[in-house]
């Protein structure tokens, strides 16, 4: 330990001489950068010939030249022109040096006054010029030294360098263009520009040459060997990105983005802000914006409380509403990492925030009833849920005891304790289920619509598809694949999904929270549906690899439980507008409430008896469940049929 400590102060003692070694090459510097300074001044004014300079000038200067000197390195010593990392200048250290240096000019004028012959003044033109020329030396002392390293750097660097394409000549473009030109450790080479604006065409942006529009870019991309292409356009509308980005992909060449135009308007374009194309960038429609008004109107002042918070769904809730000035919002979630994760990072955002985080299972009763009686929430995010198809098909049981049972606990706590508005969160598998998981959610439905006619808690459902990003989607399964080389996996060539981003589906339950009056089933338009090949291929070419040669994709037929296409409505339901027309309402469905609870209670102890024919048993309350329907051959050939009529209508 003593010997390292001791190494540690040795370290130290040789930095601190080394820092000093370097300080006082600058004072020696500047003590020389004062005295020419003054001589090559006089000697300017008059054009350089010494016999011509009259003694009453030239004594002054010299004999006013050691207070100079002092009054020089006082300055730059205020203005920490010693101190500073050179290697790093920029725009601060520069403006140090230019004042500092006017300062001293200014001290010299008065300074002279002191020492003039016969009352005869030094010409004025002396003190701009010398001015000037301690600037100009200042800055080749200080600045020299970054740019040599980035010289040096460049060109260590110039096997390395990425030839870069910028989309766009506008204000983005050119800081974008700006910040990877001065950037030192940048292995960054702008090759060309596009632009689809004729007037820009042929001319010139700090050195760069605007090629030509969208048309130019596979043609510019070989012919300048083009790496990486970045889009600098972030007050686009998302349907001419995702057009530029379908030429962009068959380049071959990794995509690079601005997150926004709010970048621009807060002044933070630069390399750091950008990020990779991601797959959302090609849905090819603009982001779902809500009534926030209506939002903040119901969430105010209110105590949320969010089941399964710490997963994708529930984590984006709870960043929502924490947004929209909660009373108190509960995190309530059975696994620990999740829940910490999404608590660290709100404690952060919202300081202020009265925030808890429980950890615990919707399964458990006495735990749900505990929270309910402590807390007392208002409204009730229920998200927490079994969601991935294929291991609920493996375990059917945990689908029920979890989806169907944690939800009636839930639901049955926030009726008991006085919840004002519960919202279940369902998925468009819940329609004409072929997997248990699916059917699972069904009954969460039929139980929350139940409970709506016989409680005064306000029971309502969000129906949604696929969440582009949520835990269990295709996209990171893809990205992971890719990552590792290939090949992509697709269960099958014609399957079809209906997709939204994590952020918009969140924002969209949270305004059908605010419509709800009790009993409705909430149903998002999701928008066009999406072929799976289609997203395969896409984020391949957007990783810069070309498909079927650098990555493959692979066909492993549909899993179990799996459909090539969702539904958002049974054919039984139909369909009312809200004020949102991206959220409609499904038209309730009456069932027999005492042959359904009984049906429950059957279910209940079945599912703890780990019985065979939990299925057989679901179906009976979901008739509209058909667990062979990945099997039938019929049911195949029909949903075919389907998917290619989707297909076809995008």
């Not at 950037?183 to 700090?206: A, L």
């Not at 999740?338 to 735990?367: C, F, H, M, W």
């Not at 338009?525 to 994709?553: F, H, T």
């Amino acid at each position: 330990m003593n010997r390292r400590r001791r190494r540690k102060k040795e370290d130290t003692g040789f930095f601190n001489w080394l820092k000093l070694g370097r300080q006082l090459v600058l004072v020696f510097y500047d003590i020389f950068s004062v005295v020419l300074a003054s001589y090559v001044a006089i000697l300017m004014r008059f054009e350089f010939r010494p016999s011509q300079i009259p003694e009453i000038y030239l004594d002054p200067v010299q004999r006013f030249l050691p207070i100079q000197v002092v009054l020089t390195l006082l300055l730059f010593y205020l203005f920490r022109l010693y101190n500073s990392l050179w290697a790093f200048a920029g725009e601060n250290e520069l403006q140090n040096v230019v004042v500092a240096c006017v300062i001293d000019g200014a001290l010299s004028g008065i300074g002279l006054q002191f020492f003039r012959v016969d009352l005869v003044s030094v010409p004025q033109s002396y003190y701009f010029l010398y001015t000037f020329l301690l600037i100009s030396l200042t800055f080749i002392s200080r600045f020299s030294y970054r740019f040599i390293r980035s010289k040096k750097h460049k060109s260590d660097n110039r096997n390395n360098d990425i030839a870069v394409m910028i989309i766009g000549a506008g204000e983005a473009g050119n800081i974008l263009i700006k910040d990877i030109q001065t950037g030192n450790y940048s292995t960054r080479v702008i090759r060309c520009i596009i632009d689809d604006d004729p007037s820009k065409w042929g001319r010139y942006i700090q050195g760069i040459r605007v090629v030509g529009g969208r048309d130019k870019i596979i043609e510019s991309a070989d012919l300048y060997h083009i790496d990486e292409i970045i889009l600098a356009i972030p007050s686009a509308p998302r349907p001419m990105i995702s057009r530029i980005l379908e030429i962009c992909k068959e380049t071959n060449c990794r995509l690079q983005s601005l997150p926004g135009v709010y970048q621009l308007v807060n002044g933070e374009v630069n390399v750091s802000k950008l990020r990779d194309v991601e797959i959302e960038d090609l849905l090819g429609r603009e982001p779902v914006t809500v009534d926030i008004d209506s939002i903040i109107g119901y969430v105010r002042g209110k105590t949320v409380l969010v089941t399964g918070g710490g997963g994708s769904i529930g984590s984006e809730l709870c960043r929502q509403i924490a947004a929209h000035d909660p009373k108190r919002l509960i995190i309530f979630d059975i696994y620990e990492n999740n829940a910490y994760d999404i608590q660290q990072e709100l404690r952060v955002k919202y300081p202020d925030l009265d925030l808890q985080v429980l950890i615990g299972s919707v399964r458990n009763t006495a735990r749900v009833n505990s929270v309910f009686a402590t807390w007392q929430p208002d409204i009730v995010y229920h998200a927490a849920a079994h969601k991935h198809v294929p291991l609920m098909e493996d375990s059917p049981n945990e689908a029920i005891k979890n989806n169907v049972f944690g939800t009636w606990k839930t639901a049955l706590a926030a009726a008991q304790h006085g919840t004002g508005k519960f919202v279940l969160i369902s998925t468009d598998k819940a329609v004409n289920p072929t997997n248990i998981m699916g059917a699972s959610k069904r009954i969460c439905e039929m139980i929350v619509q139940t409970f709506n006619r016989h409680y005064d808690t306000e029971f309502v459902a969000v129906r949604f598809g696929n969440v582009l990003g949520s835990n269990g989607s295709v996209i990171p399964l893809f990205k992971k694949q890719i990552a590792a080389g290939g090949p992509v996996t697709v269960t099958d060539p014609n399957i079809i999904r209906y997709f939204m981003t994590i952020q918009e589906a969140v924002s969209l339950v949270l305004q059908a929270g605010a419509y709800a009056k009790g009993g409705e089933i909430f149903v998002l338009d999701m928008g066009d549906p999406v072929r799976i090949l289609d997203l395969a291929e896409n984020l391949i070419k957007l990783s810069g690899y070309r498909v079927g040669e650098d990555i493959q994709i692979e066909f492993t037929g549909l899993r179990p439980g799996e459909k090539l296409f969702e539904e958002m409505l049974m054919d039984e339901e139909g369909l009312q507008d809200t004020a949102n027309r991206l959220i409609h309402i499904g038209r309730p469905i009456s069932i027999d409430e005492i042959r359904f609870f009984k049906q429950l209670e059957e279910l209940n102890q079945e599912s703890k008896r780990e019985s065979e024919y939990i299925r057989e048993i679901v179906k009976q309350i979901v008739t509209t469940y058909h667990p062979e329907g990945s099997d039938n051959p019929e049911a195949h050939t029909e949903a075919l049929r389907h998917a290619a009529e989707q297909i076809n209508e995008v």
